[in-house]
Structure formats: structure tokens, C-alpha cells
């Protein structure tokens, strides 16, 4: 078990060198750095102008050796102009942490990247990344933990109640609910629900503003965005879980425990319950990502300040540095889920562990 967490472990950080390297590599094109001075600076910038700012902030360095200073394993770039003022990576991020200018006789750290905590200044929300992300990540994480609860509990009882007994009215019913609501995208769930359910023209039983649900969570305010999340989840789970479900229940072992006379019920519960929640298990834990990264449209929708919100601004603005850190921290939490769901999953299948 212990080679098997390490193989994978080994190829987590692998993938992920990799991943954040096309990242770095896409956001580092000459047109997005040009972008960025113009933005910095003014529009109507010359060429050469455009090059002598990446050239004093390092833009320009080779791609292997900005991916190394960005990541912390090389030292930071400093520029000296002609003064004899440094400045560069360390010493901006120096002023960040320190809340001004810096003592040109302190001793700045030679190490800043990402490996050292240090993930960069956002150019446009004007604080740094490590800060932007851990607001936005516990808004986005208060959201995800009350979807994942409403999902999870419906979608398995939905998917166990059809697989019981396939072929009934029962099953029909519900793997119609199920396949019409994984059709259903978050953008179409969510416009109807607020249409019907928010807006003048319909019932508007709820009457607050997802908005305002940053700070204060209530049950006006917080259900509909949490309703578009779980609505689209609900179905895709709660099929896989029906199909594992009705494979079990055609099982020999299953067949001999009902002619011995055990109840249906016992059957259900004892006997196919764990062996059909094998296959949902790896498919719940893939939510995870889905609930980071998926609620993009969900909290720009309803206007919800959360890591899918900051994500969507950073790209539209060009913002690189938050660009980068958002993608690590996707990455992170993919990697990380698809790890503990292979570990899961050997544990729940003893063939696997016996292998």
C-alpha cells in the first residue's frame, strides 16, 4: 500500500510540473505581456517602451528561467537601474509583506517563488495572491460544503432507489429526473430558478442577494446558487450510482441470499448497498474538483465573490500572476481528490488490495 501511495504521489507532482508549466507557458505569450504593460502603464505606449518595462520587471527573462523564479527554485530576478536602486521579484514582494518601501541596506531573501509562499501581487485587485486566494477559496468552499450536502444524500438515494428494482416505474421516473437534470447546465438552472423563483415576474420567494450571502448566509439568500450546483450533480451521481446498483442486484450472491429467504430490505442494506457504492465513490470524489473549479458560471451568475469569480476576473483582465495562482490551486485540488480517491478505492475493494 505504502509503493502504491508513493507511485502516486510521484505521479501527482509530475503532472502537476507539467500542468503548471503549460500555464505559465500560455500566460507568458508576448501579446499577454504586452497587454500587461500597456495596462500597467498607458495604452498608448510605444514598442520600445512596452519592451524597457518587461525588461526592468523581468518578463523578458527565457521561459525555463522565469518558470524556475516563479516556482522558487532559482533566485529571483533583480534588476539594478542606473541609479543603483534595486528592484525585482523579491525585493516587490519584500514591499508587499513589509506594507512599504523597503531599507535599500535590508537583506532581501534570494529564494521568493512559489515554493516560499510567496505566489505574487494581483495588478488588479492590488494585494497579494496568497491573500486574494484565501478569502476567495473559504467562499467558494462555504458554497461547495452546502451543495456537496444536499447533492451527495439526494443523488444516493435517488440512484439506490431506481437500481433496486430496474425496469419499474419506479426506475423510469427516476432515471428521467436524473438524465434531465445532468442535461440541464448550471447557466440554464440557474436563469430559470432566478426568473421563477427571485425576479418580479415569477413567485419571487427568495428575496436576497447571493451577494449578500458572503457575509451572512441565510436561507433567502443562499439557496438558489446552492440549488444550481447540486441540481446538475445530483443526476450524474445518481446515475452511476443506479447502474452500479442494478449490476449488484443481478448478482449470484445476491440471488442465493433470496433463495435462502433473507428480506428484500436485509438484502439491500447488508449485502449490495457496499458493493454498489464502489463505482459512485470514485465519481463522488471527482466532485470535488468539479465544485471548485465548476462554479465559474454558478458564482458569476449570481454575482458571488468566490474563487470561480476571481478566476473569471483574472483572466479577463490579464491579471497573470492571479491567473497562475488559480491554476495551482486547481491543479492542487484535482491531483489531491483523484489521490485519496484511488487510496478509497482499494480500500473499498478488497480484489483490488488482494492484487
Known amino acids: 500500500m ?4 508513493l507511485r502516486r504521489v ?6 502537476a510540473f507539467c500542468l503548471t508549466f503549460v500555464v505559465f507557458f500560455m500566460t507568458n505569450l508576448y501579446p499577454n505581456l504586452e497587454k500587461l504593460a500597456k495596462t500597467e502603464g498607458n495604452f498608448r505606449m510605444s514598442d520600445e517602451a512596452v519592451t524597457s518595462y518587461l525588461t526592468k520587471t523581468g518578463y523578458l527573462e527565457p521561459l525555463p528561467v522565469k518558470y524556475g523564479q516563479w516556482l522558487g527554485v532559482l533566485p529571483g530576478f533583480v534588476h539594478t537601474d542606473e541609479d543603483g536602486k534595486r528592484s525585482g521579484q523579491c525585493y516587490d514582494q519584500a514591499q508587499v509583506v513589509g506594507g512599504g518601501a523597503l531599507d535599500e541596506n535590508r537583506e532581501v531573501a534570494r529564494f521568493c517563488g512559489v515554493m516560499q509562499g510567496n505566489w505574487g501581487f494581483s495588478t488588479v485587485f492590488k494585494e497579494s495572491v496568497n491573500t486574494i486566494l484565501a478569502k476567495r477559496l473559504s467562499l467558494t468552499g462555504k458554497l461547495a ?30 432515471s428521467t429526473f436524473a438524465i434531465a437534470t445532468s442535461a440541464t447546465p448550471e447557466y440554464v438552472s440557474g436563469v430559470i430558478f432566478i426568473a421563477v423563483l427571485a425576479s418580479g415576474a415569477g413567485w419571487k420567494i427568495f428575496k436576497g442577494s447571493a451577494t449578500s450571502a458572503m457575509d451572512d448566509a441565510t436561507f433567502a439568500n443562499f439557496t438558489l446558487p446552492v440549488m444550481t450546483i447540486a441540481l446538475y450533480g445530483v443526476g450524474y451521481i445518481a446515475r452511476m450510482t443506479r447502474a452500479s446498483m442494478a449490476e449488484v442486484m443481478t448478482a449470484q450472491y445476491i440471488r442465493t441470499a433470496r433463495l435462502k429467504g433473507v428480506s428484500f430490505n436485509k438484502i439491500v442494506l447488508k449485502h449490495a448497498l457496499r458493493n454498489a457504492l464502489i463505482a459512485p465513490f470514485t465519481v463522488i470524489m471527482l466532485q470535488f474538483p468539479y465544485l471548485l473549479t465548476g462554479v465559474v458560471i454558478t458564482e458569476t451568475l449570481f454575482n458571488y465573490k468566490g474563487f470561480g469569480w476571481v478566476l473569471v476576473q483574472a483572466a479577463s483582465n490579464n491579471d497573470i500572476d492571479l491567473l497562475l495562482g488559480c491554476s495551482v490551486v486547481a491543479v492542487f485540488v484535482v491531483l489531491v481528490t483523484q489521490l485519496i480517491s484511488d487510496i478509497g478505492y482499494v480500500f473499498l475493494n478488497p480484489r483490488i488490495r488482494i492484487s
Do not use: N, W, Y
Open 10 to 15: 510521484g505521479v501527482m507532482l509530475l503532472t
Open 145 to 174: 460544503l452546502a451543495a456537496f450536502g444536499v447533492m451527495i444524500p439526494l443523488a444516493l438515494v435517488l440512484g439506490i432507489l431506481a437500481g433496486m428494482r430496474e425496469g419499474s416505474r419506479t426506475d423510469r421516473s427516476l
Open 2 to 5: 505504502g509503493l502504491f501511495i
